[in-house]
């Protein structure tokens, strides 16, 4: 476990506002250095898009339950505004998904994500928890970052170039 103190210490910290400071590949190149082979194969399982429910341990668990709790309460939200009836909220804060277009309803649930884990955090500050933690706040401030216009226009222009070519091989 005291290579677990090292890792967790040379980690930079993040922040909702910063910009993401190590890429996800570069943590795990890391993490497999420093962590057991178990306790590397389940971070390196880790995802934040990930919701359904799976056998897995420790605070990974406990974010599908919430990711999946998150996920329902949506599509029940949706069904009853295309049904055309009132659907009142269990346990997100309806002002997360009244207002705004769909990139801030988007950011505000991704925020609202971030806040669940960093509430989470106290207790772990260098076990297997604590990297699940941070990973899966790196893999928010990265989907975060995708949203930036310049990355969304270049993402956007990569596409059309590879349907253009594809649409040529096609034809030929």
């Known amino acids: 476990m005291d290579k677990y103190i090292y890792f967790a210490a040379e980690m930079p910290g993040l922040k909702w ?8 590949e570069n ?6 250095k420093w962590m057991t082979p178990a306790d590397y194969a389940s971070l390196s399982e880790t995802f934040v ?15 599908l339950l919430f990711e999946n709790e998150v996920r329902t309460e949506l599509a029940e939200y ?3 505004a295309k049904e055309g009836y009132e659907y009142k909220f269990l346990h997100l804060p309806m002002q ?5 277009n769909p990139l801030d309803i988007e ?3 991704m925020k609202y994500r971030w806040d669940w884990l960093e509430e ?4 772990h500050y260098s076990d297997s928890d604590f990297f699940v933690l941070y990973y899966l706040k790196l893999q928010l401030l990265q989907r975060v ?5 310049e990355l969304g226009e270049e993402a956007f222009e990569k596409l059309i170039k590879q349907n253009l070519e594809n649409t040529d091989e096609a034809s030929s």
């Open 17 to 24: 506002d910063s910009e993401q400071l190590i890429s996800e």
């Open 27 to 32: 943590f795990l190149e890391e993490a497999e």
């Open 49 to 63: 898009n990930r919701y359904e429910a799976q056998n897995k341990s420790g605070l990974y668990n406990d974010f």
């Open 78 to 80: 949706r069904r009853a």
């Open 96 to 100: 997360l998904i009244k207002d705004g």
């Open 107 to 109: 950011l505000k649930l």
């Open 120 to 123: 989470r955090e106290f207790g």
């Open 145 to 149: 970052a995708s949203f930036k216009k």
